[in-house]
Every structure is written in C-alpha cells, then in structure tokens.
C-alpha cells in the first residue's frame, strides 16, 4: 500500500485565492511527522511545514497551514492570498518514528492564474 | 535552516563513463544523508541510505555496484554513477539529517540542489 497518496495530480488556482492540497497517508506507527515541500522548476526540495502525530493543533507557517485529520489520516496543505510565485510542484511525505526513511507523495502541480 | 550543498549542478557525460556527484553538508554533521533520484514530473525515489563511516543501505531495485555510494565524514556523502548510460540521466538529489537538533522525529531532511545528469 501507498505511505503517501497525493490525489491531485495538477490544480490551478486564482491569484489571492486559497488553495488546498490533498494528502492521505498509512501508517500503523503511533508516532510520524508529516511534511510539505515546495519544488520550484529549478528542482530545489523547499521544506515548507511540518506536523507531528501528537500535535493538538494544526501547524502554521506564514501563508501556509496543515490541515491535520488524524483519524481520516490526511494532512492538507492550504496555502492562502496565492501569489504567482506559488506555481511549482508540492510534495507531501511523511516519516515514521521507527524508521529513517521518508516517504514521499507523487506531487501536486499548482499553477496560480494571475 | 541547514545548508546542503551538491555539486556539480549539471553534467553532461559521455556513454560509458563515470561521474561523481558530492553532497556536503555546510553548517552541520550529518550521520545519515539520503539520495534520491527524481524522473520528469515524478515524485523522488530513494535509491539508498549513506551512514557515515559504514556502508550504504540501497532500495531494492538499486544496483549498488552502479550507483557507488562513499559517505567517508561527517559532512561529505558521494555518489557515483558508474558507466553510466542514457537512462541513467535523471535528476539525482541528496539530503541530510542533523541528529545533534532535538527529537529524531522532528527533524526535517536538508535537501541539497540537485544534479542534473544527462548522458549523450
């Protein structure tokens, strides 16, 4: 079975509009981290926020927020006022505390309209 | 946060001979530093993971006497692709962790660029 499952292949969005990005995961390990990584056409991995299976309250970074479900196991990322500098590839992946390895999705390709 | 660095950042070879590729981690030691290798509009692939000082551990699939892995300190893991061929031209990109930083758990990888490897 698939660690990380990214839905959403591409999705556009309007400059300024909210975006959600969808993310399911499976594990059996009560402790995990989940994160979210930008990758611009250059190919550079941008680390954009970070979730832990026992933080009470979804994380935040900037224009950035998780929406962390932990009992349907999904951690979206919602990127809020989208700019046009947003358009890349997002990755969400996740790691076990029992192990080294991350796991990562296939990739959202965002394209924000202006 | 951590700064990883790779070089090169682009090569082109000829069919049939090696390249090395360095990931240096500049502001930290990194005990574990992981390789990937990502194909157009796909999502990474591990191919192995370097501890320093021991050999590498690689995926199932990876051919470990292609792709030489040598992580001899604390800063410095390379990759090798040896007799390379067309089909090997990818985009290869290392990370690292930084275990001295708090929980293990919490600590994110520090991604380097990335190489793009064309083979002719």
């Known amino acids: 079975a698939q660690k990380i499952t990214q839905t959403q292949p591409g999705m556009f969005v309007q400059e300024k509009e909210a975006v959600t990005l969808d993310c399911t995961y499976d594990t059996s390990d009560p402790s995990y981290g989940l994160f979210w990584y930008k990758q611009p056409s250059s190919g550079e991995m941008i680390f954009l926020i970070y979730q832990g299976s026992y933080d009470q309250q979804n994380a935040t970074e900037g224009r950035y927020s998780l929406n962390f479900q932990k009992a349907r196991k999904s951690a979206n990322l919602v990127i809020s006022a989208s700019q046009l500098g947003d358009s890349a590839m997002y990755f969400c992946?996740?790691?076990?505390?029992?192990?080294?390895?991350?796991?990562f999705g296939t990739g959202t390709s965002l394209t924000v309209i202006p | 946060g951590a700064v990883v660095s790779q070089h090169p950042s682009w090569v082109i070879c000829k069919s049939g001979t090696s390249v090395k590729i360095e990931c240096r981690s500049l502001?930290?030691?990194?005990?574990?530093m992981f390789w990937y290798r990502q194909f157009p509009k796909q999502s990474l692939m591990l191919m192995a993971t370097s501890n320093e000082g021991s050999k590498a551990t690689y995926e199932q699939g990876v051919e470990k006497d292609k792709f030489l892995i040598n992580h001899a300190s604390l800063t410095l893991s390379t990759l090798t692709v040896t007799s390379a061929h067309p089909e090997d031209s990818s985009f290869y990109i290392c990370s690292a962790r930084d275990l001295e930083e708090g929980l293990a758990i919490y600590n994110e990888q520090f991604f380097g660029p990335g190489t793009r490897l064309t083979v002719l």
């Open positions: 502001d930290f030691q990194a005990t574990t």
């Open positions: 992946a996740m790691r076990e505390d029992t192990g080294n390895q991350f796991y």
